[in-house]
């Protein structure tokens, strides 16, 4: 018995460090991942860059926040783009993560079980095979972006690219990934394709990793999970939604709750709830088009604009006419607002975090997407899960108020909500015990208890 405990007591000291790209969006679930981690009896250290830092509070009682000294300014992610961005970073970031590293163990006496890092923070693994420390990939995006990630690559290898801009190629489905096509596989809004090949490439070539993360749920990606776990040959762990497992605030931005005031006045399921995420931006005119389509359709909309998020700002005129059906924030608390009884319906830029939200309250969707990996989200919420639909081509006034009322008003909106509610369900039952998430938390925290 006393030997069980000393060794209770050996792992319950382990340490993960956490290293995540700090964006929203990589920050939210690396933060309930290791609030999770934490729940089970594991020491938590979060490794993060010098921009967009998550503070400690009380939501991530004991974690300890190291910053990693940063040799490429912030102002460089304008003028090189999200992609040689990242390349440049992980070269030149690789020496002051060693460092890190070195220190943590000085520290904590080499009690460090694995290094958990972003997928795009890959230089981390020089430093892990540097001291021996087992690291794991988490990947925050879906896994079905995640795979056409690897696909691309795999095409670009094989020298298969120059087809892939012909029109009929594009249609054509991946083989064994129905119904991704080739045409989903091409990132939109990333600026030109080689800086995105090379990103694979040294993403692909690097990886050393024992294990990968995802933040979805079996039940829904079921044949990306199988494609991930034939090709990559190392544990896929689908534990997801993290939010509902270990709900915890990393929101960088200050939630305006007064929005959830201005919800309890409105009637059950009439809102639209519209947010594009933490960085894409919209042309003014789309934005315009967007809000006489809103006004329109006479239902009560709540509009997250972000500051930054319309390219020009709003005309003082509009923004009066706007509220008077709609009530705009500068960010919202959106798990608190998808889960409120008067939201009907929520225009999504299909980020991945998004997603998951909306699903896990039952919330058909209105799609938007904007930047590479949001497309085929979009295309999974529309065809995959039938709990949305899309908005392609330019975006008109008529071609809203249209979208709004299939989904508030009409039947087919509905129908929506059932299949939503449905997977709802699914989701839900998948982290309770025995369910296939809590599994793969389960298999994952037994391995990282290996020595
Ligand atoms: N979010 C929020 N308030 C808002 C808009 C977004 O808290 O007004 C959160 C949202 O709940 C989600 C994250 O920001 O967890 C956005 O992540 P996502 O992957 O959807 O998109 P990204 O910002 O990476 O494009």
Redesign the pocket.
Known sequence: NSEVKQMEKKQAKRRIVLVPVT????L?PFMQLGKALSLKGFSITVAQGQFNRVSPSQDFPGFQFVTIPESLPESELKRLGSVEFTIKRNKINEASFKDCIAQLLMQHGNDIACIIYDEFMYSCEAAAREFKIPCVIFT?TSATSYVSRCVLNKLNAEKFFSDIEDSEVQEKVVENLYPLRYKHLLPSGLGPLEPLLELRREVVNKRTASAIIVNTSSCLENSSLSWMQQELKIPVHPLGPL?ITASASS?L?K?DMSCIEWLNKQKPRSVIYI?M????RMETKEALEMAWGLSNSNQPFLW?I?SGSIVESFPDELSKMVSKRGYI?K?????EVLAHPAVGGFW??C?????L?SIAEGVPMICRPF?GE?KVNAMYIESVWSVGIQLEGEVERGQVERAVKRLIVDEEGACMRERALVLKEKVKASVRAGGSSYNALDELIKYLKTD
């Open positions: 964006l929203q969006g990589h939210t925050t939010h929101s931005l939630q947010s995420g933490s960085l894409a997250v972000r924030v960010w919202a608390p959106q798990i999504s830029h980020g991945w975090n998004s997603t939200e930047h949001q």
